[in-house]
């Protein structure tokens, strides 16, 4: 009688397969989370670098000038003495004086000329009920002075207005209004605006003021 031999266990392939599975579904997580780090490195890296360049770049965009300021820096958006314009800006103030209609508008004075106007000098003894803004006010000796854009104002006696004087000696002011010229009397500069010379000065802290002088000519 033939006796069967036992069989060998059957490996199960379903098992096998699933092994399988696992080590290659591991293997692709494993990849992916490399991958994922290093473009996590590569973006931050790159913020970095950005972040240096924007940081050299605002300091070069913002360093400071060197360059003195001129005379009229402060009014260098107003009109110099004898432009000429077509109309003068809303909320002008029309002051007639002596028969002629002045237009008084954020400190400047303009004269009329045919159909247009004319940035002038303002004439002496006129008067304003409120002073531009901006105005300075300064002291020679004992007496108050207001000044704005080359012109002179005192407060007018037993008035509440303000009349328009002449430059005083020894006034020191911060800015003069586009206009003025430049000349040497002897060897020394002036600045020269409505027939009043002004002696440049610098301080301690290298600001600049212009002192009122005598003609230097006489």
Same mark, same amino acid.
């Given at each position: 009688?033939? %006796?069967?031999?036992?069989?060998?266990?059957?490996?199960?392939?379903?098992?096998?397969?699933?092994?399988?599975?696992?080590?290659?579904?591991?293997?692709?997580?494993?990849?992916?989370?490399?991958?994922?780090?290093?473009?996590?490195?590569?973006?931050?890296?790159?913020?970095?670098?950005?972040?240096?360049?924007?940081?050299?770049?605002?300091?070069?965009?913002?360093?400071?000038?060197?360059?003195?300021?001129?005379?009229?820096?402060?009014?260098?958006?107003? &009109?110099?003495?004898?432009?000429?314009?077509?109309?003068?800006?809303?909320?002008?103030? &029309? %002051?007639?004086?002596?028969?002629?209609?002045?237009?008084?508008?954020?400190?400047?004075?303009?004269?009329?000329?045919?159909?247009?106007?004319?940035?002038?000098?303002?004439?002496?003894?006129?008067? =304003?009920?409120?002073?531009? %803004?901006?105005?300075?006010?300064?002291?020679?000796?004992?007496?108050?002075?207001?000044?704005?854009? &080359?012109?002179?104002?005192?407060?007018?006696?037993?008035?509440?207005?303000?009349?328009? =004087?002449?430059?005083?000696?020894?006034?020191?002011?911060?800015?003069?209004?586009?206009?003025?010229? %430049?000349?040497?009397?002897?060897?020394?500069?002036?600045?020269?605006?409505?027939?009043?010379?002004?002696?440049?000065?610098?301080?301690?802290?290298?600001?600049?003021?212009?002192?009122?002088?005598?003609?230097?000519?006489?």
């Amino acid at each position: 009688m033939l %006796i069967p031999k036992p069989r060998e266990p059957i490996k199960n392939n379903k098992y096998k397969h699933m092994k399988s599975r696992t080590k290659i579904f591991t293997a692709l997580a494993a990849i992916l989370i490399c991958f994922s780090f290093t473009n996590n490195a590569i973006a931050q890296h790159k913020k970095y670098k950005v972040k240096q360049h924007v940081k050299k770049h605002h300091k070069r965009h913002f360093r400071p000038s060197q360059a003195k300021p001129v005379a009229h820096y402060k009014y260098s958006y107003r &009109g110099k003495r004898g432009k000429v314009v077509r109309k003068v800006g809303v909320g002008f103030t &029309g %002051i007639p004086f002596r028969g002629v209609h002045f237009r008084f508008h954020r400190g400047v004075w303009y004269k009329p000329r045919g159909k247009r106007f004319v940035v002038i000098a303002a004439p002496l003894s006129i008067r =304003v009920r409120v002073l531009p %803004i901006g105005y300075k006010k300064i002291r020679v000796g004992a007496r108050p002075y207001y000044y704005y854009y &080359g012109t002179y104002y005192q407060k007018a006696e037993n008035s509440d207005e303000y009349e328009v =004087v002449a430059a005083p000696v020894n006034a020191e002011v911060d800015a003069l209004p586009k206009g003025y010229k %430049i000349v040497k009397v002897r060897g020394l500069e002036y600045y020269k605006l409505d027939n009043v010379y002004y002696e440049p000065k610098i301080t301690d802290n290298d600001e600049r003021f212009y002192v009122v002088v005598n003609d230097p000519t006489k």
